[in-house]
């Protein structure tokens, strides 16, 4: 959502790790973005023009005289420009851009944008740690420029260490975060997600179908609009979200600890894990045996503590509290009546059971109820876009309270 229709320059360098810019490539066409790609000759070396001209759908850049038709169709791109990407970016590259030089294509045109730029460093370990490829990426980062640090591991040249491409996936994340608004910056989001596990013996376990991914995406969000997030999670099958602190439980009682242990340094609370409400009462150490003489087994319960009514009871004033339902029926009288029960700003309440919409699925339909009365209705989207409106709207609410209380 945040690239789509959005004009993307990439840049592409003379180094073995060009073969992930057609990778990043593929990723940012399927995001809606427009992609112009700029290649220096000696990336043409690695990989040849055609591949992403078919893959763009649009010409590539390489040769500023080579269009005589359109003899500054570098600045044209230049000042189009949503956001320039360089990935990889060679240490020959950052020098030319750290000092102004313009004696390619591509030195040519960065000068000339205006937009946010993110240079992805790739080389050699000694070339990346040596003092004046550090210097020049420092004169860039002052100049305003997106540094995304390498990966380190097995490198082309048999070295292990800094200098890898990270992966398309990973810059493709940091090129949205770069264009998100930091509406978020200087707050504090504590955020829990994904089902909670209760064991019944070593072997089986009581649980829900939760799949983490409503507050992934929610923890996602608020990272790249600039918060700083803590996550608790219970088992899910996600990779943590990027610069997002995750601590990951299994029980009711290790999430309420780690909610309420974090819970004094966090403006915003918001708590999608849907958390077993019941626990056996006496869990087995060792497997539970089936008995052919007892075709039926009962297993009792105890109910596990509340973590939501518990968070309510203690947050301040200054904190924003949201809640999540996943209801079956009676979608808003069950909301309200679990917002007022447990002293929350906002909950998001959905109707599970759908394919395309509450747990496991990739898409959402949801309904925000806010303790002033107001409603908002987010139609079936995918979650990542749920997670954004939420987000706008906890930001309305805390603004529109902020005025209040500087009447």
């Given at each position: 959502?945040?690239?789509?229709?959005?004009d993307?320059?990439l840049?592409?360098?003379?180094?073995?790790?060009?073969?992930?810019?057609?990778?990043?490539?593929?990723?940012?066409?399927?995001?809606?973005?427009?992609?112009?790609?700029?290649?220096?000759?000696?990336?043409?070396?690695?990989?040849?023009?055609?591949?992403?001209?078919?893959?763009?759908?649009?010409?590539?850049l390489?040769?500023?005289?080579?269009?005589?038709?359109?003899?500054?169709?570098?600045?044209?791109?230049?000042?189009?420009?949503?956001?320039?990407?360089?990935a990889?970016?060679t240490?020959?590259?950052?020098?030319?851009?750290?000092?102004?030089?313009?004696?390619?294509?591509?030195?040519?045109?960065?000068?000339?944008?205006t937009?946010?730029?993110?240079i992805?460093?790739?080389?050699?370990?000694?070339?990346?740690?040596?003092?004046?490829?550090?210097?020049?990426?420092?004169?860039?980062?002052?100049?305003?420029?997106?540094?995304?640090?390498?990966?380190?591991?097995?490198?082309?040249?048999?070295?292990?260490g800094?200098?890898?491409?990270?992966?398309?996936?990973?810059?493709?994340?940091?090129?949205?975060s770069?264009?998100?608004?930091?509406?978020?910056?200087?707050?504090?989001?504590?955020?829990?997600?994904?089902?909670?596990?209760?064991?019944?013996?070593?072997?089986?376990?009581?649980?829900?179908?939760?799949?983490?991914?409503?507050?992934y995406?929610?923890?996602?969000?608020?990272?790249?609009?600039?918060?700083?997030?803590?996550?608790?999670?219970?088992?899910?099958?996600?990779?943590?979200?990027?610069?997002?602190?995750?601590?990951?439980?299994?029980?009711?009682?290790e999430?309420a600890?780690?909610?309420?242990?974090?819970?004094?340094?966090?403006?915003?609370?918001?708590?999608?894990?849907?958390?077993?409400?019941?626990k056996?009462l006496?869990p087995?150490k060792?497997?539970?045996?089936?008995?052919?003489?007892?075709?039926?087994?009962?297993?009792?319960?105890?109910?596990?503590?509340?973590?939501?009514?518990?968070?309510?009871?203690?947050?301040?004033?200054?904190?924003?509290?949201?809640?999540?339902?996943?209801?079956?029926?009676?979608?808003?009288?069950?909301?309200?009546?679990?917002?007022?029960?447990?002293?929350?700003?906002?909950?998001?309440?959905?109707?599970?059971?759908?394919?395309?919409?509450?747990?496991k699925?990739?898409?959402?339909?949801?309904?925000?109820?806010?303790?002033?009365?107001?409603?908002?209705?987010i139609?079936?989207?995918?979650?990542?876009?749920?997670?954004?409106?939420?987000?706008?709207?906890?930001?309305?609410?805390?603004?529109?309270?902020?005025?209040?209380?500087?009447?």
């Amino acid at each position: 959502m945040i690239l789509q229709g959005k004009d993307l320059l990439l840049g592409v360098t003379g180094g073995i790790a060009a073969y992930k810019a057609v990778e990043l490539l593929r990723l940012l066409k399927k995001t809606g973005a427009n992609i112009h790609v700029i290649m220096t000759d000696s990336a043409q070396e690695f990989v040849g023009k055609t591949t992403f001209e078919v893959l763009s759908e649009n010409p590539v850049l390489s040769d500023l005289f080579f269009d005589t038709h359109s003899s500054v169709k570098h600045i044209d791109l230049a000042t189009g420009a949503d956001a320039a990407v360089i990935a990889p970016a060679t240490a020959n590259t950052i020098a030319k851009l750290a000092h102004g030089i313009a004696d390619d294509a591509l030195s040519t045109t960065l000068l000339a944008v205006t937009s946010p730029v993110m240079i992805c460093p790739s080389m050699n370990t000694d070339m990346y740690q040596n003092i004046r490829v550090q210097r020049n990426l420092d004169i860039l980062e002052q100049d305003g420029c997106h540094i995304l640090d390498p990966d380190s591991g097995a490198l082309a040249c048999k070295t292990v260490g800094t200098g890898r491409l990270p992966e398309p996936w990973f810059i493709l994340d940091r090129i949205c975060s770069m264009l998100t608004k930091k509406d978020l910056d200087g707050k504090n989001i504590l955020i829990s997600a994904g089902p909670t596990v209760e064991a019944i013996d070593p072997v089986r376990f009581v649980s829900n179908h939760s799949s983490g991914k409503m507050g992934y995406a929610i923890a996602r969000a608020c990272e790249k609009r600039g918060a700083k997030v803590m996550l608790v999670s219970g088992p899910v099958n996600i990779d943590p979200p990027v610069n997002v602190d995750c601590i990951h439980v299994e029980t009711c009682d290790e999430m309420a600890d780690q909610m309420l242990a974090n819970l004094d340094s966090a403006d915003i609370i918001i708590k999608v894990a849907a958390v077993a409400d019941y626990k056996p009462l006496d869990p087995k150490k060792s497997k539970i045996k089936k008995k052919d003489s007892k075709k039926d087994i009962s297993i009792s319960m105890t109910e596990n503590p509340d973590i939501l009514k518990r968070i309510g009871k203690k947050k301040t004033n200054k904190q924003f509290l949201v809640g999540f339902a996943a209801e079956t029926d009676d979608l808003e009288k069950n909301a309200l009546i679990k917002m007022k029960k447990k002293n929350l700003d906002m909950i998001a309440a959905n109707i599970v059971g759908a394919k395309d919409s509450g747990f496991k699925a990739d898409t959402n339909k949801v309904k925000l109820f806010i303790k002033d009365g107001s409603s908002v209705d987010i139609p079936l989207m995918e979650k990542e876009k749920v997670a954004d409106i939420l987000i706008d709207t906890i930001i309305e609410q805390l603004s529109a309270k902020e005025n209040r209380c500087n009447l």
